[in-house]
């Protein structure tokens, strides 16, 4: 069974700074996903990766597959940034994925 | 091309009712994950579906609940005889197949089920 740490758990931050949220797991994968999800809101899909980085807008994750650990960034970030970011790995298996328990993002004007 | 649908958004029953919660997967795609994401805790899955097929439901608490994917029509999660515990926010996502979650995967916007 796959263990996913995000850290930090709570990240207050002020406008325009950059901001790091990581993400590591204990056992191989196929892919991960970055995910959104605004309070009360659905959750939305930012990246699924298997290697290397991908790039959207602001945001850029990264995932070093030997490491077992992802990144997530956010450059010049925004008050409408502003929500629980998630990590979610996927193994492989008829299992669907297995999610970290979120980093709650607050970025103030 | 219309997301994932989910309904109800809200719905609210009453210790021993059942409820019913629905997901319209994204157009072309036949592969359903359903997940539970319990007040204060991580998303959870639930269960996997292929058309008229249950792949996988080792999330799914043994009793009360139950899902389908009909052949026509939108994908079934059945809750009965709910209790004050089952209340959640159930989360629907499609894939378009094969690769499982290997592929990006779609969510709807939720049902938060809360029993009184």
């Keep these: ?109 | 091309n219309a997301g994932v649908m989910q309904n109800p958004r809200h719905l609210v029953r009453r210790r021993g009712q059942e409820a019913r919660l629905r997901c319209s997967p994204m157009k072309g795609h036949s592969h359903v994950y359903w997940y539970r994401q319990l007040p204060e805790e991580g998303l959870k899955f639930m269960v996997y579906l292929q058309k008229e097929n249950i792949i996988d439901e080792s999330g799914m608490p043994k009793e009360r609940f139950s899902a389908e994917f009909p052949k026509e029509g939108p994908s079934i999660l059945r809750i009965q005889q709910v209790v004050r515990g089952d209340s959640a926010a159930y989360f629907c996502a499609s894939s378009r197949g094969q690769g499982g979650m290997n592929t990006e995967a779609f969510f709807g916007q939720g049902t938060r089920l809360t029993v009184v």
């Design chain 1, 1 to 109: 069974k796959n263990e996913v740490e995000q850290s930090p758990q709570n990240l207050t931050a002020q406008e325009g700074e950059f901001i790091t949220i990581n993400c590591s797991y204990s056992v191989g994968i196929s892919a991960l996903h970055w995910l959104q999800q605004h309070p009360g809101g659905g959750i939305v899909s930012l990246f699924m990766l298997s290697s290397g980085k991908k790039k959207h807008g602001r945001l850029i994750a990264t995932i070093n597959i030997q490491e077992k650990h992802s990144s997530l960034h956010i450059t010049a970030s925004h008050p409408r940034d502003s929500a629980v970011y998630i990590c979610a790995v996927y193994g492989g298996g008829a299992d669907g994925l297995t999610f970290g328990k979120g980093t709650h993002l607050i970025i103030q004007p």
